[in-house]
């Protein structure tokens, strides 16, 4: 596979890599710190058209491709890994699907805000009986004339604390399971709607995920994203996709403890020489900078073959996969190479090492993937 990346590729990388190092990663220890969302660099990020890249121009988006997202999130998470999944979530997760399945006129009402950073966009489908068995849905959704009424929850949702549109599952044929979920589109100030407690999460913690809460909320059936029923297949379509930005925020996130490692074992001073020169240390490096090239070559071939209009299942699932585990393996030597240095927070690597953890579970933990994986080798 020809990795040449275009011009245009090149540039909103280095776009991506200086503004990440300029304006991202100087708030990353204050934003886990303080579990603050970066509302002052979403701003700016869309300004740079990072809040649209997969919107056309025409309804005010960058209109790029696949592989310029996995570059963008990849440098950005390098950085601070909340602003990169805050960046996924809302291209991916959302923009992504209203501009696959939505009508024309949601395309007109929804994708040019959000493109411009003026409605962020959140996706919700995890609830507290229903994470990887999607089946197992509460949040309903009855038929009340030329509406639907829905009652239920969501919990871990990305991007809650500020998101302003939303795109929300709920069970319309419960009898049914998965063949009688639809999908919606939710603005915040709906009547009944409320944006609940925020979660006090291990590592992440400026992404602002939330609770939500739905109280017999009314929604006409334009907001119906897709067909009635249809909507898990809105959610695995847009999974797959979003699986992409998170391989690429695990590379990242291993390329970032790559960095530390190496530039601390040049520093630190071991047995009277830096400890770079023993071989534990060269080994663990070594290790760490062959998985992270794996990884990255994996996601950009889930990318490429995206932007190619192929179906993306297997590749999506395999880098998600690999790379949320190598960025698990890649900060844990990280920490290890820092030695108690490691274990404080004064060293970004112990925030790296806890950043690293959730891409093993959000957007489809390790053990689905494999599930995936496997039915697609053995269909």
Known sequence: ?????????????????????????????????????????????????????????????????????????EELSRACAATGVIVSAHNSLVCYPVLRFGTDEQKRKYLAPMARGEAIGSFALTEPEAGSDAANQRTVAVADG??????????????????????????????????GITAFLIERDTPGFVVGKKEDTMGIRGSGACRLDFDDVRLPRESVLGEVNKGFRVAMATL??????????????????????????????????????????????????????????????????????????????????????????????????????????????ERLYRDARVTEIYEGTSEIQRLVVASQMLK
């Open 240 to 349: 797959d996709a979003g699986r992409i930005g998170i391989a690429a925020q695990a590379v990242g996130i291993g390329q970032a403890a790559l960095d530390e490692s190496v530039k601390y074992a040049k520093e630190r001073v071991a047995f009277g020489k830096p400890i770079s020169n023993l071989e534990a240390i060269q080994w663990m490096i070594a290790d760490t900078a062959t998985e992270v090239a794996a990884a990255r070559c994996l996601t950009y071939r889930a990318a490429a073959k995206k932007d190619e209009g192929d179906n993306i299942t297997l590749e999506a699932a395999q880098a998600k996969l690999y790379a949320s585990e190598m960025a698990h393996r890649a900060t844990h030597r990280a920490v290890q190479i820092h030695g108690g240095y490691g274990y404080t927070k004064d060293f970004p690597v």
């Open 1 to 73: 596979m020809d990795f040449n990346f275009s011009e245009e590729q090149k540039m909103m990388r280095t776009m991506a890599r200086d503004f990440a190092d300029r304006e991202v990663r100087p708030l990353a220890a204050v934003l886990d710190a303080e579990a603050r969302y970066p509302y002052e660099t979403v701003e700016k990020l869309a300004q740079l058209g990072f809040m649209g890249i997969f919107v056309p121009p025409e309804h005010g988006g960058s209109g790029l491709d696949q592989v310029s997202y996995a570059l963008v999130i």
């Open 146 to 179: 030329d509406h639907f009424v829905l009652n239920g929850s969501k919990i871990f949702i990305t991007n809650a604390t500020v998101a302003k549109t939303f795109i929300i599952f709920g069970l319309t044929d419960p009898p049914a399971g998965v063949r």
